[in-house]
């Protein structure tokens, strides 16, 4: 089974620039979670979606930052304008809630991540 | 505010060595509980989770973790460390959030020759 497909794989451009993520969750699965990892703050949740609906977005660092899930199987994270201070490992998760905002009871799956480098 | 420690930021073992790395978690109500780990370049595979019943969870790659409510505590195990579990592990907790997870700052496992 294709797990959760993120792409690209490394980007790196210059600061100003418009920067696009997308991520492919798993078929069938209706939560999906956009992290962030640095090694100054860890693995930070920015936002996650259940059923194609933002549920928290309480973790986005602020306005240049923006996510939308157009259907279930397709999410982007989109930065405008880059600053090299968004520079690290973006991933992408996704799990199977049932009940809605309760429990999820299912572990999420991360993709393999988009190395950002803004210069 | 709902947390995980994991105390230890970087452990080296020996080859062959057990493993305990620790993790604990903010009281409250009992959350769901996992065991990540991530090798270079790759995202986070999932080791293990506890969501209820027996304390003692088995996970894959041998690994098996122990849930202790009184301490707040899900550490992780491995009784023989083989130089491929050289890795970062993420402990992490997810309450009544929607499936939302908190993770530790990670610990870093090299494997000792």
């Known amino acids: 089974d294709a797990g959760v497909i993120q792409s690209p794989r490394h980007e790196v451009t210059e600061m100003g620039q418009e920067v696009t993520l997308r991520c492919k969750p798993i078929s069938g699965h209706n939560s999906l979670f956009w992290y962030r990892q640095t090694m100054m703050r860890g693995l930070e949740l920015l936002i996650y979606?259940?059923?194609?609906?933002?549920?928290?977005d309480s973790g986005m660092p602020e306005d240049r930052f923006s996510a939308k899930m157009p259907n279930a199987s397709f999410s982007t994270l989109k930065i405008q304008p880059s600053e090299p201070r968004d520079s690290a490992v973006y991933f992408c998760a996704s799990s199977q809630t049932r009940g809605g905002l309760l429990y999820s009871n299912q572990p999420q799956h991360f993709g393999d991540g988009t190395r950002l480098s803004i210069l | 505010a709902q947390s995980v420690t994991q105390p230890d930021i970087h452990i080296t073992v020996s080859e062959g060595a057990s493993l305990e790395l620790r993790c604990n978690y903010s009281y409250g109500a009992t959350p769901y509980l996992f065991w990540y780990v991530q090798s270079p370049g790759q995202g986070l595979q999932l080791l293990l989770k506890y969501f209820s019943g027996d304390t003692l969870v088995q996970g894959i790659k041998g690994f098996e973790a122990e849930f202790k409510r009184s301490q707040s505590s899900f550490n992780l195990r491995k009784p023989s460390v083989h130089w491929s579990d050289a890795a970062e592990y993420f402990c992490a907790v997810e309450y009544n959030q929607g499936g939302k997870l908190i993770f530790g700052q990670g610990t870093e496992l090299s494997v000792k020759p």
């Open positions: 979606f259940n059923n194609n609906v933002p549920i928290d």
